[in-house]
């Protein structure tokens, strides 16, 4: 089963490529209430004033109606329309780009070799959230250090590309930033657990994760009890990690 809840986000769908037609499709978006992908597509939503709903599914138990509209059987999915005319987006990625396509303002940059720069990024925070995922199921101690520093090394790399801030292309808000938002929401709860040092050497990355994390479309991706679901969801992974919290 699912719940259904509103998203505080306001104002109208406006299609960019139309000029600004004043209402676009039904959007809902298929979320999980830890999925930093889904978290991805809210921010965008959000930073575009675009309405939508939210419905949230079990992934442990995935209903019919999920499978249908997930061929992968992941979320998100955007569903964009109603009824029989409705269609399902899958790939956090594509719905950013459907809505890049479809709602104002741009968020990627114009010049395609920047676009294309800013693209490689957000598959580098898509890396980035895979090295977490192994983070907190590393098994034992070994493998949550090698996966610590790696984790340490990827931020480095990460470190070197930032320039003045507050965001990844300075002052605009870009697509980068709603893909590397969920990855720092993540570290507030390591925090919490002990000081794992990932990002003692990178005060630039530290600066933008502070800048994220008081943006309104970022801080209301989530839930109010995210960081109690997300602590719970560890523990429950018996690895390494859980036995510090
Ligand atoms: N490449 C996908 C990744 C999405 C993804 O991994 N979603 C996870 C939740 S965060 C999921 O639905 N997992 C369920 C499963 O794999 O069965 C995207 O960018 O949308």
Redesign the pocket.
Known sequence: MFTVSEHPAGAVNACAEAGGVAHGPALTLVS?AL????QRAAIILAEKGAMFDRRTVD?ANKPDWFLAVSPL????VLLVGEGPERTPVF???VICEYLEDTVAPRLHPVGALERARHRSWMEFG?AILNTIAAFYNAPDDQALEARRLELASKFAQVESELINGPYFAGEPFSVVDAVFGPVFRYFDTFDRMRDFGVLAGTAKVRAWRQALSARPSVRDAVMNDYPEKLALFLKGRNSALSRWI
């Open positions: 999980h999925c930093p992908y889904v992934l059987g992941k979320t998100p790939e956090s990625a898509s």
